[in-house]
């Protein structure tokens, strides 16, 4: 028999979701908040479909909501894509990476990841036929090292994949990197993925360094969103591309084939949310700020040490005072023995650092998740 994708197992994710199942672990991990969707959300989505919105959405995305989505990436970031020919509704920023990867990589090329990184990268650069090349962020930073970057790319480099806020460190990158960024695509002639799912949770009066804000990067760049992080959702699982006409015709080509269309009733219902609420996506980074502080503040009576976090819903937390089990060890002994479940980072990477001891944990949830997570903690 063939194998497909011989690298890939079951996702770290869903294992680490089971083993917490299975001993009543506060799960931490996989991450998805426990709190509610916005009720504007849930009843708009109601009464779509009680109005009969239940058909094929157009291929493209309910103009609707594609229309939304343009006044908001205009009212973020000073760029108004075109509803028609840039702004592509996808079923999950997982659906989005896939296309855009299948759209502009062919067998035998190359495309650039920086690890630690999100684990679909990888598989949908293999399912193209092509090669990830993998270059290591700074182990304690998470901050690129862009001369290693260019040192990486060679005649057959198609694509750059980049994320910010970022999976699984929080890391955000600074108007310095994106200008970085934009120099070593356009000498070499490169596409770029720009996976700004979190693009909403950011810190501390930081700026989103959103690729559609550089005009040198948004002739050649997918920038990849997701509902499902900004509304509390994610498994209504939709998501979406913005890119350049030209990019977008090709991104399309796979979409059409891949799903034709997503989930037409939540498309209605995103479209209403953003148009008459959005404070929500407004206020999200404050709204988080506070469940990350409040996170860490519990977490400096344990002997857990704390890794800066400057965007997304996740912290790093370095258990070297703890235990030397490595990492997937630690995460295992961590659900069974003290019924908190994290994941661990080395799944992230090609090749772990080596002695790193970091853990992932998730803080979009309730306090009382949050307490039930803590007081097991402080036994450590
Ligand atoms: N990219 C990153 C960095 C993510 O964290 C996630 C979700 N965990 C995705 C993409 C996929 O998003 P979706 O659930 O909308 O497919
Ligand atoms: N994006 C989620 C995370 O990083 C996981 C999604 C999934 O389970 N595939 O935790």
Redesign the pocket.
Known sequence: PVTKLPKVGT?I??TMSALAAKHQAVNL????PDFDVPALLVDALARAMRAGQNQYAMMTGAPALRAAIAQKTEDCYGYRPDPDTEITVTSGASEAILNAVLAVVRAGEEVIVLDPC???YEPAIDMAGAKAVHVPLDASSFAPDWERVRAAITPKTRLLMINSPH??SGAMLSADDMNEVAAIVQEHGLYLLSDEVYEHIVFDGARHESALRYPALRDRTFVISSFGKTYHC?GWKVGYCVAPPALSVEFRKVHQYNTFCTFHPAQLAFAEMIEKAPEHHRELGHFYQEKRDAFQAQLAETRLKALPVPGGYFQLVDYSDVSDLDDRAFSEWLTIEKGVTG?PLSPFYETPPVGQRLLRL?FAKNPETVAAAMARLKTL
Do not use: L
Request: glycine share 14%.
């Open positions: 996702t994710f869903t991990g996989q991450g998805f999100y684990d679909c999976n699984p994610t994941i998730c």
